[in-house]
Each structure stands twice: as structure tokens, then as C-alpha cells.
């Protein structure tokens, strides 16, 4: 009889070991919101790989491999690195000017997931030659993170064919354009040669109607 009361509690401890498990996974798996703060006072370098970057920075020396002075006048938010750390995404150099903004952040188990939104069709309202957008966050969360780029109406879209075509259609505008480019100076340059050619003939006019003259004037006597 004894027994049997110590093992009613024991299961019931079990039970309640058991469904916080279950309850602990769960929050897991929806994630759970994590703060963080918009670092802005810098600039991707030029000398940047080009692509889609995603960057989980931890110390000053792989922050200066890829961000540089922004130019900005007034006080400078410094990296505590021993207390935080940064999470990027550098947008690529052909939509250096497309938007880029976070979606959420969230802590799921050991890591974090970092969602965000490119739109290649609005320019950012900033200076920057090539946007981009870091998140200060406290090293006491994971550093692991993965990076999910989402489409405009929230659905993941790293591989959609929305995205997919739109940068397609950024590639084929942008490679128009330097054709353009090439075709006007083309025509710039051949503008230049028929100026050389026209001025050629007048002055061999002008020395023609000189000549011209120089013999009529021998006639006359």
C-alpha cells in the first residue's frame, strides 16, 4: 500500500516533466520575439564581396572586412562586442539601392532566424552606395542564426519564382542600360569624327575660294 502512494506521485511528476517538455517545444517552434537595435553610422566598403551577404559579426576585425565610416555627423553608436554582437544582410551590387527591411527576429531553440524583405523596385531614401541593414544583439542570445528572405505578403521566398524574376528583370534592365550607355557613346564619338570631317572641308573651301580669288585677280591684268 505504501507503495502504491509514492508511485501516484512519482507518475504524476513524470506527467508534469513530460507536457512541460512537450509545452517547452512547442514555444520552440513558434519562436519567441528577440530585442534588438538598427545599427545605421556605417557603409559597405567597395571592395565588399558582391551578392546577397548575410553576416553574423562577432568582432571589430571581421565588422572593418565589410563596414566602413558612414559620413554621419554626430555622436557614433560604438560595438560592444564582449556584450553584443551584429547581424547583417548587404544587398547586391546590381539593386545596390533596393530596400531591404527586417521582418522578425526570433529565438528558435539554439538559434536565432533573421527574416527580411529586399524590394529591388524601391530605392532606399538614404546615401549609401550599396544598402544594407545590421542588428545590434546581446551575446547572451545564440549566434547561430539563419537568414530567411521573405517575399512582400510574409511567405518565405529565397527561392520563389516572384523574386527570382525580379531580379532576373533587374539583371536584363540593368544590362539595357550599359548597352545604352555604349550605344551614346558610340554616337558621341561619331558626332566628334563628322565635326572633324565638316570642319575639314570648310577650311579646304576657304582655301579653295582663296585660290579662287587669287586667280581671278591675275586675269584681271
Known amino acids: ?87 547583417a544582410v548587404v544587398v547586391p551590387k546590381n539593386i545596390a539601392e533596393a530596400t531591404i527591411e527586417p521582418v522578425s527576429l526570433k529565438r528558435k531553440g539554439s538559434k536565432l532566424v533573421f527574416s527580411y524583405t529586399i524590394d529591388p523596385s524601391k530605392k532606399a531614401n538614404n546615401n549609401r552606395d550599396r544598402n544594407f541593414i545590421a542588428l545590434i544583439v546581446d551575446r547572451n542570445e545564440p549566434m547561430k542564426v539563419d537568414f530567411q528572405e521573405m517575399s512582400s505578403n ?28 555604349k550605344g551614346v557613346q558610340e554616337l558621341n564619338d561619331r558626332i566628334q569624327e563628322l565635326e572633324a570631317e565638316r570642319q575639314y572641308y570648310i577650311n579646304m573651301l576657304k582655301d579653295v575660294q582663296a585660290e579662287n580669288e587669287q586667280m581671278k585677280k591675275i586675269l584681271r591684268r
Open 154 to 181: 510574409g511567405v518565405a521566398s529565397n527561392d520563389s519564382k516572384d523574386v527570382n524574376a525580379l531580379r532576373n528583370q533587374v539583371k536584363y534592365l540593368t544590362s539595357e542600360n550599359e548597352q545604352l550607355k
Open 1 to 87: 500500500m505504501k507503495r502504491t502512494k509514492f508511485f501516484i506521485p512519482f507518475v504524476a511528476m513524470m506527467l508534469i516533466m513530460v507536457l512541460s517538455c512537450f509545452t517547452s517545444i512547442a514555444i520552440a517552434q513558434v519562436g519567441e520575439d528577440v530585442s534588438y537595435e538598427k545599427y545605421v553610422n556605417a557603409s559597405v566598403l567597395k571592395g565588399a564581396k558582391d551578392g546577397t551577404l548575410t553576416l553574423v559579426i562577432k568582432n571589430n576585425k571581421d565588422m572593418d572586412r565589410v563596414f566602413g565610416p558612414s559620413g554621419f555627423i554626430g555622436p557614433s553608436r560604438i560595438i560592444n562586442f564582449d556584450t553584443e554582437f551584429v547581424i
